[in-house]
């Protein structure tokens, strides 16, 4: 169905979404970020999925960024379209129900480091260099990456990302809070899993309210944010999953959630 992207669900509950243009360090073109809207608004989150993963096909490339060569021959409007439909994907990531985890593999620039910063979790692979280069291009981060990044970095190394246009690897990705954490390559996917299967395995309905809480607390005030955990922990008490979780607890057995 999609040529630029890849879908499966390589373990109950989890899926890994990989961008498929490995030629070109899968640059994400006009049709891999059309093709990303419609399998994100179609088929997402799915009725079974927990978490999902994002990844880059190949060992060289999370996301090389925008496509260099189609955006040059763009007009205004082309790219304001283009932007918008890559706009409306990260939010939609960032907004999923769902945990995603990007698995970072190798090069991540300009709009592939803002297509990591969509997602909940960074785990980045030791070969990884991230950065925003776009200014050498005349342009500047504008996929989310500006804000993204804001709220997980100091503004004074934002800038200096932003405006030098330098690649950072993996380890200097790791102390800025860019990434959250570097494993060796080959063990990239692993590591990813494992957190995965942690997570499926944990109340699916308290992971999507908390995702929800932490987000939009990101854009409230100190007392609003606390405001809206308690209304959200509440409304969380009153589940089904939430009656399973602590009597598998007292049960000592495996809860069986459900997400209701
Ligand atoms: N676009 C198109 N093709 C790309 C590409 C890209 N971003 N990155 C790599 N490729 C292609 C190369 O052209 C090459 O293709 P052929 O020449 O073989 O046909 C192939 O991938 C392999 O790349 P290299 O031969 O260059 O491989 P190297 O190992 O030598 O170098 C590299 C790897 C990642 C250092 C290098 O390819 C590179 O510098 N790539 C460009 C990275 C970059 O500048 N990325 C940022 C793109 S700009 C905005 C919204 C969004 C954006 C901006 C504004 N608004 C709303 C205003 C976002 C902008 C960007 O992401």
């Not at 405006?163 to 950072?168: A, C, N, P, R, V």
């Not at 395995?201 to 999507?208: M, R, S, W």
């Amino acid at each position: 169905m999609f040529e630029h992207i890849l879908y499966e669900e390589i373990k109950d509950r989890i899926g890994l979404l990989k961008i498929n243009r490995e030629k070109a360090l899968n640059a994400l073109n006009l049709q891999t970020v059309s093709e990303l809207n419609k399998f994100i608004n179609e088929q997402l989150p799915g009725e079974n999925l927990r978490v999902l993963i994002i990844t880059g096909s190949g060992s060289k490339a999370f996301v090389a960024g925008a496509d260099i060569k189609q955006m040059k021959e763009m007009s205004k409007e082309e790219f304001h379209n283009y932007c918008n439909v890559s706009h409306d994907n990260f939010n939609k990531i960032q907004n999923l129900k769902i945990p995603v985890i990007a698995a970072v593999n190798g090069y991540a620039l300009g709009g592939g480091c803002e297509l990591a910063l969509a997602c909940d979790i960074r785990i980045a692979s030791d070969n990884v260099k991230i950065g925003f280069p776009e200014t050498k291009l005349g342009l500047f981060p504008c996929w989310g990456g500006t804000k993204r990044s804001s709220m997980l970095m100091g503004i004074g190394k934002v800038k200096e990302l932003i405006f030098t246009g330098d690649m950072i690897s993996a380890e200097e990705a790791l102390k800025i809070g860019l990434v959250d954490k570097v494993v060796k390559q080959d063990e990239l996917m692993d590591e990813v899993l494992s957190m995965a299967e942690k997570i499926s395995n944990n109340g699916p309905l308290a992971i999507a309210y908390a995702k929800e809480t932490i987000n939009k607390g990101q854009e409230m005030n100190h007392s609003g944010a606390l405001d809206l955990e308690l209304k959200m922990g509440v409304e969380c008490f009153d589940s089904l999953d939430r009656l399973e979780g602590m009597t598998a607890y007292l049960e000592k057995r495996t809860a069986e959630f459900i997400g209701k």
